[in-house]
């Protein structure tokens, strides 16, 4: 959607690549009644000259999916970013052999030409893994508002995921639709991808991890832009809005006690198959599932204790995680500086770690945004000791 300016890069990119996708399926995409809306129409009119565009490349093979023409744009319910994606990939899945890897992209996604063929080359070294959860890297603008913002946002994700690997969570992955790949097959037993308005991606590698193993790395990363967007509800261009306004209150750094207590809670597991024992989680699952106690019914119905864990961690996903953090995160310490402080200073003291972070406290995104940047990568770099550490784990075969 309103790709025009990213067009030209994202085909480049998609020649370049060393090992050559067999179909390109592109879904450009609105609302139709955005043709009738004076402050949409430039949209449309964007839409309709990327495709006007693609239908013109002939070396690659691209498969259109016009849902953007006047008649052709989305009507009632049924539109957004996850019916974009659910369209697209169901094309895939539709062509597809049973050894065929479907590899998701956004219009705005650079990625370098040995992209492809590290993907490919990661399904076939690890054979039993389902999906892939790329690594990814925002590159900076030059713009210093828009730098601050996806800086922020960057790091949120980065804290959270070094806290999910730190507690040996099976949600230790971050969701980028423009940066996740599954093998057919797994596309197909969980029945595709649900169509929703935001988080669709989200959603989708998570009910992919609950299929079986995940990867969380290969070689090369994709380079997601960096932009002010609202064409969703949540997710980067809209954490971004938010945070350009001062509000970033929907992306804290959690302390990581708060994870410990996760952590906890999952290590008492195998107790719980045989007996009813209490969990730091006990308030939050009784309020969220309104139960007065959910394991026994998943002790009843999961008779082997193997798969009785694998029900609980089914059963506390990762949206259950990341609600219970946010319940709990109000009655806690709010302050970013000092939670990120705590705990590299806790569990990663044998690091260089960025002065910044250890005399921030308050004004840790006060920073400049080169200091931003160099916290960035080196939560980066923490992150891929991790990713490649799981990887190097998984069995080949």
Known sequence: ??????????????????????????????????????????????????????????????????????????????????????????????????????????????????????VAQAFLDRKPAVALAVPYYHPLTGDETTDRAILHYEIYMRYYSLNLWRIGSPYAFTALGSAMAVRISAYRAIRGITPLLSGEDFYFLQKLRKHGEMMRWCPEKVYPAARFSDRVFFGTGPAMIKGRAGDWSSYPLYHYRLFDQVAETASRFPLLFHQSIPTP?????????????????????????????????????????????????????????????????????????????????????????????????????????????????????
């Open 1 to 118: 959607m309103d790709e025009k300016a990213c067009i030209h890069n994202l085909l480049a990119d998609l020649t370049a690549q060393l090992y050559p996708a067999s179909r390109i399926c592109v879904c450009v995409n609105q609302p139709d009644h955005w043709w009738d809306l004076p402050q949409k129409r430039e949209i449309c009119i964007s839409n309709r000259e990327v495709l006007d565009l693609l239908h013109h490349v002939r070396e690659l093979p691209l498969h259109l999916i016009d849902r953007s023409g006047r008649g052709n744009g989305w009507k009632g319910r049924q539109h957004g970013v996850g019916w974009s994606r659910k369209l697209a990939m169901d094309a895939c899945a539709a062509v597809a052999g049973t050894g065929d890897i479907i590899l998701s992209l956004d219009g705005d996604t650079r990625f370098k030409p040995g992209y492809f063929e590290s």
């Open 281 to 397: 989680m006990d308030a939050f699952l009784k309020k969220i599932f309104r139960e007065q106690d959910i394991f026994t019914p998943l002790r009843k119905n999961n008779t082997d204790e193997a798969r009785f864990i694998r029900a609980c961690h089914g059963k506390i996903d990762g949206l259950r995680i990341l609600q219970y953090l946010k319940s709990e995160h109000r009655n806690g310490n709010v302050n970013d500086g000092n939670n990120l402080r705590d705990f590299l200073l806790t569990h990663y003291p044998h690091t260089e770690i960025p002065s910044q972070v250890v005399d921030a406290g308050n004004d840790l995104f006060k920073r400049s945004v080169c200091e931003l940047d160099q916290l960035r990568n080196y939560l980066e770099g923490l992150e891929t000791q991790h990713q490649m550490a799981h990887f190097q784990n998984l069995p080949s075969c």
